[in-house]
């Protein structure tokens, strides 16, 4: 293995002594979408040592034109984006020790995911989430790089706490709460360069280069052929409930936590049970067929289907009900077939 990282070992910025630093460290990534994909595969091939992947949702046709580690057989087994990933990384690199988690990337789960994490990579599509990775970065002083895309325009910010405006700063500047959640389609260059964005202030990070870090905001759209970098040191507010000198971290407040949401660019609602525990998939699966509904699944998730409606359902209780963004329809459709 003494060649595998020798190009990298080789480039100055980073050299034997960055690639050891590379190794020992653990960074968390939300979402393993299109930008959860590629941010994991860099680091992965870079040779990081411990990588924890936290996504809610499952394998698509429709994600195969650009989450570059997926492929038609995850699509027909339906597999959660989490263990797809997980089992395409460890083919890539067995060295980079990857744990796979299942589930919502809810402020509770972020909070308890914060340990011993030296960098937050955003590959979300929400602002929820953001802000919440964002609070959670403050309150444990973890790095965190946030990055966005939709049609063929892009954004990404590296926030250092402590040093950096945070995202809660930025809002008063830039409306990034509109720019989330669009419908206008994507292509796979923006998603590249958003990533190539990212995954390059996360070797920075990871290295400790802190002068080479970006300061600047990036955004850029590859099909109007723009690229603009604007400074940001001037949009830290004092006064910011995140980073600002009384913090309260608003995002991680529980009482923010909605249990019912519409996700992202389609027809599909995620309800989030209040009770915690694992389900019985197998017993679920037997109970449903008797009932009539045409029910197929694997070891992490059911998929229902009974008429027009479809649902699938994780072992840990959530469900994803697809054709609606109707959420009294969506908890309609839920009771009719949880019972
Ligand atoms: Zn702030």
Known sequence: ??????????????????QEKIRSKHVLLVG????????AEILTRAGIGKLTIIDRDYVEESNLQRQQLYTEEDVLQKLPKAAAAEKRL??????????????????????????????????????ETRMAINDVSQKYR???????????????FTILPGTTPCLNCLLRTIPLQGLTCDTGGIIGPAVQMAISHQSAEALKILVEDWDAVRSTFVSFDLW????IAMKMSKAKFSGCLSCGEH?????????????????????TVQIRPSAQGELSLEKLASQLGSLGYEVKGNPYLLSVELG??????????????????????AKSVYQRIMG
């Open 247 to 267: 913090p309260t971290y608003p995002y991680l407040d529980k009482e923010n936590m909605t249990k019912t949401t519409v996700l992202c660019g389609r027809d």
């Open 32 to 39: 393993a979408g299109a930008l959860g994909s590629g941010n």
């Open 224 to 227: 109007r052929n723009e690229y």
């Open 308 to 329: 027009e409606e479809r649902m699938v359902i994780f072992r840990d209780g959530r469900a994803l009900i697809h054709g609606t963004k109707d959420l009294t329809h």
């Open 142 to 156: 973890i790095p965190w790089i946030y990055g966005a895309c939709v049609g063929s325009h892009g954004m990404s």
């Open 90 to 127: 460890r083919a890539i690199n067995r060295d980079v020790e990857i744990e796979a988690i299942i589930g919502d990337a809810t402020p509770e789960v972020l909070e308890e995911l914060a340990n011993g994490i030296d960098l937050i990579i955003d590959a979300t599509d929400n602002f």
């Open 1 to 18: 293995m003494a060649e595998r990282y020798s190009r990298q070992i080789l480039f100055p910025g980073i050299g034997r002594e960055g």
